[in-house]
């Protein structure tokens, strides 16, 4: 089915360890984002991109990493997982004309 | 810099009762906006979005917002409401120069029968 698919839906991270949450999208969209959603603050931002090869950051950075080498995959990496990034994390993705984005059905992530 | 305020937490409301969502948002310029749903333990679902034109703008499941430039608000409706709206709903906006779309914190509905 068309649409944005993220793996895994669930994960328990140990601190300091490192993980890649997967995200793809078979609509050719240009436009990917990261959020992460945490109670009471609604989503933010945490990088997004414009299309391969190009990204930048949004509102809540640090401690994540992203790359864009194909239109359809836009992973996020944790480089050495942190309690306080415990949240559930959502891959979105839009054309360039469309700015109504299609977002995928979320990673919910816990760090002990 | 672009911001969405949506000041009530949590609504509830009576099933078949009206249904009115605050959102206000802060942008130099005409903003994109938009409102999606998220029922629990789900990803979002966009409900409408105003670009350009006519400032009541209608979107899925009954529900329609007006955009408002003076006010700088751009409020959710449903004339009544339906055990299954219960949810959250999160307004936002997009800055065209940004490329960010920014949420607000959300508003979680109860309905009661």
């Known amino acids: 089915n068309a649409g944005v698919t993220q793996t895994p839906k669930f994960q328990v991270l140990k601190t300091g360890q490192s993980m890649t949450l997967q995200c793809a999208q078979d609509?050719?969209?240009?436009?990917m984002s990261w959020y992460r959603q945490d109670p009471g603050m609604g989503l933010r931002l945490i990088h997004y991109?414009?299309?391969?090869?190009?990204?930048d950051q949004g509102e809540v950075p640090n401690g994540y990493n992203v790359s864009r080498s194909t239109t359809e995959d836009f992973p996020l990496r944790l480089l050495s997982a942190a309690p306080s990034q415990t949240s559930v994390y959502f891959c979105?993705?839009?054309?360039?004309?469309?700015?109504?984005?299609?977002f995928g059905s979320g990673t919910r992530l816990t760090v002990v | 810099a672009q911001s969405v305020t949506q000041p009530d937490i949590h609504i509830t409301v009576s099933e078949g009762a009206s249904l009115e969502l605050r959102c206000n948002y802060s942008?130099?310029?005409?903003?994109?906006l938009f409102w999606y749903v998220q029922s629990p333990g789900q990803g979002l679902q966009l409900l409408l979005k105003?670009?350009?034109?006519?400032?009541l703008v209608q979107g899925i499941k009954g529900f329609e917002a007006e955009f408002k430039r003076s006010q700088s608000s751009f409020n959710l409706r449903k004339p009544s409401v339906h055990w299954s709206d219960a949810a959250e709903y999160f307004c936002?906006?997009?800055?065209?120069?940004?490329?960010?779309?920014?949420f607000g914190t959300g508003t979680l509905l109860a309905v009661q029968p």
């Open positions: 979105a993705s839009r054309r360039g004309n469309n700015y109504g984005y299609t």
């Open positions: 609509m050719n969209h240009e436009y």
């Open positions: 991109s414009v299309g391969a090869g190009i990204t």
């Open positions: 942008y130099g310029a005409t903003p994109y």
């Open positions: 105003y670009f350009s034109g006519d400032t």
């Open positions: 936002a906006v997009y800055g065209g120069a940004t490329n960010k779309l920014i």
